[in-house]
């Protein structure tokens, strides 16, 4: 019996590109930065194309939605809103709408200007 041997070929996935905080043209091969460079090389647009930038783009990008979604619920039920309120429901008067905005903002724990699942549940 003879024995056969069989080659598995393993391969490794591509490995990504490490996100560096450092521009890495603005560095020698010994990591001391290079004090000559073209203006060409501060150019935003090839900072734009960097990982790091794309990754911090995305972020930013995400924190400004969510600001702003904050900031359109707390206009809500901002004090300029309410004479427009107080025409859609001409029966309520000031004080009601100062009690109901209090109530809210007893059960919007976070304080973001909207009532989430889990504080709509410790609601009811």
Known sequence: MGSVLSFVSLTTPKP?????????????????????LQS??????????????KVQQKHWRLLKEDRSKSIFARKKLSDNNISKWMKLYPCWCES????????????????DGMIDFEEMFALL
């Open 40 to 53: 060409s090389e501060h150019d935003p647009s090839v900072r734009m194309n960097l990982p790091f930038y």
């Open 96 to 111: 009601d709408f100062a009690d109901l905005k209090d109530q809210f903002h007893t059960f919007d724990v976070n304080q």
């Open 16 to 36: 990504l590109e490490p996100v560096c905080y450092y521009l890495r043209h603005e560095y020698n091969s010994t990591g001391e930065k290079i004090n000559n």
